[in-house]
């Protein structure tokens, strides 16, 4: 698998640059990629989209440098179908095993289920990763609906995107996004509680208006006195 010819910029225009402990230099640069492939997707700095095979392939999360994951998929290792995980061994040069934080959320892929309830807790886990310089991967079973309602939500309260801007970037970043209709519309409703209330339209200039009058009401009089 290549990196994705296409570069997106992360917060602040940059790449990830998160530098993890017992590597060279070397290995940092080659693993820090803007990548995308069928199973897992570069969103922003330090945040990774995909499916349930990306979360259970061992050398691909080493080599993003993933070491946090947010599982939405409500499946239990032992649940997931064997053609679902890599079987190929990490060969990377750490000394120590890696050890991924897991925050395990089952969320139903209905329409009565409301994503929000959910937010605060994946938006903190993530927060707090990134304050430690670690990548995360957020991912359901498919990839398609409930991992990208929650990163659209993350987009929207954390980085202040709105639900359009959020929508395109994971579109464009993870392109089998398929949004349940329910979760599209809670996310619309987030945008517009979101939005800041419309300015409201000048009022008339009441200067202007007492001056014009005055002139309007008095000229007339003044060319009275001069006949």
């Not at 402990?21 to 990774?48: C, F, H, K, Q």
């Amino acid at each position: 698998m290549q990196p994705s010819s296409s570069r997106p910029e992360g917060r602040g225009g940059t790449q990830a640059t998160h530098t993890p402990s017992n590597t060279t230099t070397e290995t940092v640069l080659e693993r820090n990629l803007v990548y995308r492939d069928d199973n897992i997707a570069y969103v922003v700095e330090g945040l990774y989209l995909g499916n349930i095979t990306a979360a259970y392939s061992q050398p691909l999360l080493c080599r993003l440098d993933v070491q946090c994951v947010v599982d939405l998929s409500g499946t239990r290792p032992a649940q997931v179908p064997a053609a679902k995980k890599s079987i190929c061994p990490c060969t990377c040069p750490r000394t120590t095993p890696h050890h991924r934080s897991r925050l395990c959320i089952d969320i139903p892929d209905t329409d009565e289920v409301d994503i929000t309830q959910f937010s605060s807790e994946v938006t903190r886990f993530i927060h707090a990763a990134h304050l430690k310089g670690k990548n995360v991967l957020v991912h359901s079973y498919k990839g398609q609906s409930r991992a990208p309602a929650l990163v659209i939500l993350y987009l929207m309260t954390i980085i202040r995107m709105s639900f359009a801007q959020a929508l395109s970037l994971v579109q464009t970043s993870y392109p089998c996004v398929d949004l349940n209709p329910a979760f599209r519309m809670t996310l619309q409703e987030v945008d517009r509680r979101l939005s800041p209330p419309p300015s409201p339209s000048p009022g008339p200039d009441i200067t202007t208006i007492t001056t014009t009058t005055t002139a309007t009401t008095t000229h007339p009089k003044i060319r009275t006195a001069w006949t």
